[in-house]
C-alpha cells in the first residue's frame, strides 16, 4: 500500500511538473540545440551543408558586426546603472518614507505606465521627441533653439527609452529589499555619529544588495535583448545587436549567421552577469531568492 | 531658551519644561527633571505614556515643541543625533547583521575618523570588559541573546557618551535572561560609571536598576523618587496602584483623625488608612493597601490587638514560590482582597473556602483623595 501512495505521490508530482517542463524543453532548450547546430555548419552549396565555424569566424572579420556587438554590451551596462541611479530614490520614498495610502498611489503611478504595450510607450517617445514633436516646437517657443531640432535617433534617446522601459523592473526588487531593513539600523548608526553618505554606504547598501544586484540582471538582460526601443528611438545611427541578429534571420535569410549571432548574445549576457556577481561579492542563488 | 537658575551643575542631564504633541494628541507636557552625574534614571510608564516620545527627544530623533533639553550643560536644540554627546540602546538592539561584532563596536570609532589601530585597541578593550574578549570576528548572529546586549552597550559606550540612553532593551528576552541581564546591566553602569537614562514599562526592572524613577502617566511625571519611596510613600493613586502590587478600594471617607482616615468602600468595607495629601470627611478617596503589608491568621487572637480585625473565606490559592498570595472574599461586604502568604510556609496548607481572619497596620495603607475624573491606569 505504501509503496501505491508513493507512485502516486511522483506521478502527482510529475503531472505537476510537466507544464513547465514542456514549456522548458520545447521551447527553450529544443530550438536552442536546433540554433546551436544551425550555427556550426555552412552552406558550401544549394541545399548542401558541411560542419563549420565560419559563422563564427565572419562576426569577428566584420568590425560591423563586433562593433555593434560591444556597442550593445557597453550601452547596456550604462542604462542598468542608469535604471539603478533612478529607481533607487523612487524606490526609497516608496519603501521607507511613504506610508499607508500614498504608498500604494506612488506604486500604483510606477505600474501604472506598464499596463500599456511597449510598442505604444515607445511611440510616445516618439511624438514627444521628434522634430516635428512636443518637445523640439516647445525649445522653439521658448527661443533655445532657433528652428525644430531633431532628438530621436541619439545615443543619448535611446538610453532614455530603455531607462523608462527598464524602471519598473529596478524598483520592485528595490522596494522588497528596503523594506526588510529595519529603521532602527539607520537610526543605530546615524545615532552612532554615521552621516547620510555614510549609512547608505555602510548599512542600506549591503542590506540591499541582493535586491540591487536582482534588479541589475533582471534590467541588464531586458535591455540587451530590447529590439522595439533601440529600432524605433535609435534609428539607423545607433545601432543594437538585436537588429543585426534580426537582419540575418529575416532580411537576408541567413539563418546559420543568426544562430551564430544569438549565441554570441547569450555567451555575453552570460559572462556579464557572472562578472557583475563576482565584482559584487553575491552568489546567484541568494540574489533569485531574496531579490 | 535660557538656562534656568536651579539647573545643577552635576547634572548630566537637564530637561527644561519640554512638551511634545502630535496632532491634538499630548505626548508629553511641559515636562522639567534633571539627572545626576553618573546615576542610573528610569522612566517607568504604561505602553502610551509618552516614555518613548521623551527619549527620542533627548536623543534628537524628534524636536520638541517648546523647552530645552541640556546635556552635559549645552543645549541640544537643533543639534542632530550624530552630533550629540549621547547614544542610544535600541529596544531590539538594531546591532549591524552585516557587520562583525568588531565593526559593530568599532562602527561610531571609524565615524569619528580615529585610526585603524586605535579602533581596533578600544574595540578590543571594550570587549574585554564586557566580558566577551575576542569576539571581534564573530557574526552578530553567532550569538546568544545576552552577548547581543552587551555588544549593543559596548557599542555605545565605547563613545564615551556623556548619557546612555535605553529603550527597554530587555523587554524582547524570555523571563530567566532578563532577570540575569536586569543584574548585568546594573553592575555595567556601576563599572563604567555613564550616567543611564532607562525606559521601561517593566516595574521590576525600574526598582532593582535604579538610583531614582520617574513614573510617567499621560505624558507627565507623577513623582520622581527613589524606588523605596516611590514603593512605601507613594505621592498619588496612580503611582500607588502602578507601581508594586497593590489592592484598590474606592469609597468614602467618614472620618479623618490626624493622618488616619476611616472610610467606607461601595460595598461596604470599613478600613483605615494613612492620608496622603489633603482628604476631608465626606470625600471621595481611593484606599490601597499592598498584600504584604496584611497579615492573615486562622485564630483572629494571633494578630496584633491594635490593629482592626476582619475576617474573610479563601477565594483562591496563587501559589508562587516566596510571593504565594491568597485571595479572600472579605466576609461582610464581600470585597476581594489579595495578601501576601509568611514565607515560612505556615499557611501552605490553606483550602480554598476556609474562613480565616486578617488585620494590617493602617498607617501602613494609603488614602488618597479620588483623582477628578482624570484617566489613569493601575
Redesign the interface.
Known sequence: MAADARSAARLGLWLLLAPALLWLVGLIVLPHVDLAILSLRARVAPRVYEPSLKQYLTFFDEPLYWHTFVRTALMSIVATALTLLLAFPVAWTIAKIARGHARSLLFMACLIPFWVSETVRTLGWMILLRESGVLPALLVRLGLTAQPVELLYHDATLLVGLVYTSMLFMVVPLIGALDTL?D??I?????????GF?ILR??VI??AAPGIVAGCIVVFMLTLGNYLTPTLLGGKNSLWFTEQIYTQFITRFNWEQGAAFGFLLLGLSTLIVWAGLKLSGQRFGDVMRRG | MTASPGASAAADLEVDRVAKRFGGHVAVEALSFDVAHGSFFSILGPSGCGKTTLLRMI?G?IAPDAGDIRIGGRSMAGV???RRP???V???L?L????SVGENVG??LA??GLPRGEIGRKVGEMLERVGLAGAQSKRVDQLSGGQKQRVAIA??LV?EPTLLLLDEPLGALDLKLREHMKIELKQLQAAFGTTFVYITHDQSEALVLSDRVAVMNAGRFEQVDTPQALYYEPRTPFVAGFVGANNRFAGRADRVDGELVALTTAQGLVLHARRIGTVTAGDAVEAYVRPEVATIARDAAELPADQPRLGGAVQSLLFDGANSAVLLREAGSGAELRIALPQTGRYADLRVGETVAFGFDPRRATCFAAPAARPHGG
Open positions: 529595519d532602527a539600523l537610526e543605530a548608526a546615524y545615532d552612532l555619529g554615521g552621516n555614510d555602510r548599512i549591503p542590506h | 536623543a530623533f542632530a543625533p550624530n549621547v547614544n542610544m535600541f529596544q531590539h538594531a549591524f547583521p552585516m557587520m562602527y561610531g565615524r569619528r557599542r555605545s563613545l
